[in-house]
């Protein structure tokens, strides 16, 4: 039994009420309409005059108006609108997820780019280009793999320190750390996008 059913029947209950009560009530009953109300004949001899003004009978009007129905499921979201409860927790969930420091700190890199073999200057103007497309694209965590440093000349290794200085300049970018070995250790840099 679906909605229109119950309303078919909530129908036929009150029609059957409203029988019984007139045979029941053969008294005069009192109006409570304002004293100069226009009575039923009246709006209905109003009505009459106003469609066959525009061109059309009363009967048709009445016709057509007893023709149309409305699906009872279709009054009520038109009435009432719909809310997605679902999806609304989903993204609120979504939302407090990737705001929450310690997720965004054990979530993989979205994005990567291998410095290795650059010099100082290219290595800067990659990671440059490379930030704003990831700042562009709404990415929240990076990868930058700088290597260790073990086929610099000198001493010293050149790209990591140039990594940390690009990290603490670009006001892009967040907190930052080494992931664990199987993802570069002390070779790579992960980075938290702002």
């Known amino acids: 039994m679906d909605f229109g059913d119950i309303l078919a029947q909530w129908d036929d209950v009150q029609k059957s009420e409203k029988t019984r ?20 004949e009246e709006k209905a001899a109003r009505k009459r005059a106003r469609l066959e003004s525009e061109g059309r009978t009363y009967e048709e009007q009445m016709e057509r108006e007893s023709k149309q129905t409305v699906n009872p499921m279709e009054l009520w979201l038109r009435r009432y609108g719909v809310t997605d409860k679902d999806k609304a927790a989903d ?52 990868l930058i ?34 992931p664990d070995r199987n993802m ?6 992960w980075v938290i996008i702002k």
């Open 184 to 189: 570069g250790g002390n070779g790579a840099t």
């Open 91 to 142: 993204e609120y969930a979504e939302r407090a997820k990737m705001e929450s420091r310690e997720y965004l700190r054990t979530m993989r890199p979205e994005a990567r780019i291998d410095l290795h073999g650059l010099t100082r200057e290219e290595a800067w103007s990659r990671l440059t280009s490379f930030v704003n497309d990831a700042v562009r694209r709404g990415l929240k965590k990076i």
């Open 21 to 40: 009560s007139k045979e029941k009530a053969r008294v005069p009953q009192v109006s409570h309409k304002m004293a100069n109300a226009p009575t039923a």
């Open 145 to 178: 793999i700088h290597g260790k440093g073990n086929h610099s000349n000198g001493s010293d290794p050149v790209l990591g320190p140039m990594v940390r200085t690009f990290i603490e300049q670009n006001k892009n970018l967040g907190s930052s750390g080494h």
